[in-house]
Structures are given as C-alpha cells and as structure tokens.
C-alpha cells in the first residue's frame, strides 16, 4: 500500500526555501512540496505545463503575459513554455506536480537550481 | 492566459455527490473536484495510478490489501490496477487527477457512472 501523505507534515521536513521535495507520484508524474520565500529566477518549461496548489500564504506568478495571484486554496496551471517567476513577497507552501525530471529553474541554470527528483 | 481555479468557490457549484467536474488541464491530465457523500462502488483502474487530495470532510478508501483513512490535507495515490471503493460516512470533498478520459467507476459500469470529462 503507498503511503498516506499528510502534507501539514510534510512541509515541516523542507529545510529550505525552492528546493522541492517529492511526496508522491502519479504514473509518471511527481507530487512535489516547496516553501517558496521571495523571488525566484524566471525560467520556462518548454516540454510540460506545471501544477501549482497554493497550500498557505500568497504567491504571485509572473508572467510576460500577466500575473496570477494565488492565496491558500487557490490551483494555477503554467502552460508549457511560458516563461514564468514564482514571487512570494513573504512565505508561501506550495504543491506541485509535474513530470518526471523536471529542473526547478527549467531551462534558466543557477545557484537556485535544486536537486532533481529528491524525495522527503 | 489559463484561469486561477479557486477550490473552495469551484466546489459550490457541484451538484451532485460522486459527479466529479473538471477544473483545469496538466498535459494529458484532467484535475477534478467531487463530493462524496456515503458509499461509492468497488472498481478499479486497469491503466492508471489515480491521485486522491482530500480537501474537506473524512474518506476511507478501502482495498484488499487494507484501507486508509484521508482528512483535510491528506494526499494518497491508488496504485493502477488496485480494486478500491471510496467511503464517506459523511461528506468529504476530494481534488482527483488522473489522465483525460478516466471512467469514475472505472471497470464497474453501475448507475454512479459519471459524464467522463465534464468542466464545471
């Protein structure tokens, strides 16, 4: 039987901010939680849309083409290939899901790039 | 640019309990909201793993191989081929993902059997 994920405590096990840990998978898909803690670099996708689920506090994406604003509770979909920058001007937690091998920082190589695919 | 799905309005505009609507889109993935309320029927998914997010209320997902028990915030993957029926004593409101084109009562056809693929 997998495992149940309480994701309140999960969240307590992140020791940092935007290096996501996975939770779980769906076929070839990874569950991943993040505690995101200001601006993040602006990247893209260009092979997967990405799930955001905003699970506490307030995350703005920005996007060329628009920000979206996301509180507790609130589920945004960055389509494949838009470019995007996850900001939280405090503290958010967030849900993610998106394929298998997805770098954090997609196509943008920095000191924020995170592990891949690590589990917690 | 796609829509912010805001869950908690999202879910007052389902009707019935076991008719999951389609909220958004994750590659070939459809994200769903439903209220279950009672007992659903044994069934299972030949092809896919089907995700389970409970966002209110109490689930039991029961299995042969043992049940589990989900509350607010609990996360729990049924593994592809797995018979499970999933129970509500009372009220539960769940987000599902599976991919586009998922059967709800997957190899049992009953009277629950929902619209495949409908948005609200």
Chains 1, 2 share one sequence.
């Not at 260009?46 to 609130?74: H, K, N, P, Y």
């Not at 849900?95 to 000191?111: F, M």
Request: net charge negative; aromatic share 6%.
């Amino acid at each position: 039987v997998n495992d149940i994920v309480r994701l309140a405590e999960k969240l307590t096990t992140l020791a940092e901010p935007w290096q996501p840990g996975v939770v779980g998978e769906l076929n070839d898909y990874l569950i991943k939680l993040a505690r995101l803690e200001g601006e993040f670099v602006w990247h893209a996708h260009a092979e997967t849309d990405e799930l955001f689920l905003c699970l506490s506090g307030e995350l703005v994406i920005e996007m060329q083409r628009g920000d979206v604003a996301l509180s507790a509770g609130d589920l945004y979909v960055v389509p494949k290939g838009v470019r995007h920058r996850p900001v939280a001007k405090r503290c958010a937690e967030v849900l993610l899901i998106e394929p298998r091998g997805v770098v954090n920082t997609g196509d943008a190589v920095t000191d924020r790039t995170a592990e891949t695919d690590r589990w917690i």
